[in-house]
């Protein structure tokens, strides 16, 4: 069974290769090349038999996930976008290892019947082998964005996945962050990395800048992930809210903004370690994409110099670690 798939696959794409050196027949370079290429394939598909014979251990994430104890939460954060909500929720609830979803709703108006009625759906069509996702919303009487940490009474599970209602990771993306979690379950693990810099100094107190998405990129560089998008253990809720100095959650409700880095300084401060970045497709269901980009960073740098004033310290660890996971590279 397992020679014979292998060998029709190797078989099939021969043939492809063939028709495509057909179309472009003609050229003995070409040709030459798409030897090459053929054999390349060849040896590469030799190498990796088990990812062919459907013997992987990594094939089904529900089986893989049985065996853990608890898997993680997802606490989603939103804002009057039900349609966004929707697809989001339907999406992850097809993701193993999900054990159940936090909604945190801050609108004045309670969730309505229909949108409890479908996402009820949604569950009810995605539960399997008695498995079943719960689903709750957190009603918030204040619009706060630190409700999105708020602690959550009867969690289940240690991991919580945070995230934002217009994202959208491929569950093996989830699953993968969530194996790395598993392995550094202090740190926080996420998709959207960011970066401090010291700016200058003035009159000996350090300024500091916040930068996005383009000098994480150009430096291979970070000290932040996101909470749009970031594993973490359910006791920094209760810091946030409980232990953190209030003055820092203040400023996050009066100035709408930097709850994320008040998160990330929160974690930094407690291990001394730097976050984990995950390579990660991300798709955003939104369109507004502003701060994702960069720009903006005038704010974030203030927020970044008021906290630092706070811990009396820059609590933030830089570093260049990016986990990769190893199944989808070809070369070692
Ligand atoms: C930072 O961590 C230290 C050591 O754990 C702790 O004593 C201190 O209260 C923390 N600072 C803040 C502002 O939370």
Redesign the pocket.
């Known amino acids: 069974m397992r020679g014979g798939s292998f060998c029709n696959l190797n078989r099939r794409t021969a043939q492809r290769l063939k028709q495509l050196a057909v179309i472009s027949a003609g050229s003995v370079k070409v040709k030459l090349l798409l030897l090459c290429a053929v054999g390349l394939v060849y040896i590469l598909l030799a190498g990796r038999p088990s990812v062919f014979s459907g013997r992987s251990p990594y094939v089904s994430s529900a089986d893989r996930f049985a065996q853990y104890r608890t898997g993680y939460t997802i606490l989603m954060n939103t804002w009057k976008r039900n349609d966004l909500l929707k697809q989001s929720i339907s999406h992850y609830t097809t993701c193993g290892g999900l054990d159940s979803i936090h909604v945190v709703w801050s609108e004045p108006d309670s969730p309505s019947e229909s949108l409890k009625n479908f996402l009820n759906r949604v569950i009810e069509l995605n539960s399997r082998g008695g498995r079943r996702v719960e689903l709750k919303f957190d009603i918030n009487k204040e619009d706060s964005l630190n409700n999105r940490f708020k602690p959550i009474d009867d969690l289940k599970t240690d991991a919580v996945f945070s995230i934002d209602d217009d994202v959208i990771f491929p569950c093996s993306v989830v699953e993968f962050a969530f194996d790395v979690w598993r392995s550094a379950p202090d740190t926080m693990v996420g998709f959207v990395p960011r970066i401090h810099w010291l700016d200058h100094s003035e009159s000996g107190v350090d300024r500091y800048r916040y930068d996005g998405w383009w000098s994480v990129w150009w430096t291979g560089t970070y000290s932040m992930v996101l909470s749009k998008a970031a594993f973490f253990h359910k006791k920094y809720l209760s810091l946030y809210t409980n232990?953190?100095?209030a003055s820092i959650r203040e400023y996050v409700t009066r100035n709408r903004n930097c709850e994320d880095i008040a998160m990330s300084f929160l974690v930094a401060?407690?291990t001394g370690s730097p976050p984990i970045w995950v390579k990660g497709k991300i798709f955003e269901i939104g369109s507004t994409g502003i701060s994702s980009l960069g720009g903006h960073s005038e704010k974030r740098s203030q927020c970044v110099n008021r906290f630092v004033a706070?811990?009396g310290q820059m609590p933030l660890v830089s570093t260049n670690v990016k986990a990769v996971d190893g199944r989808g590279s070809w070369f070692w």
């Open positions: 232990a953190m100095p401060n407690a706070e811990y």
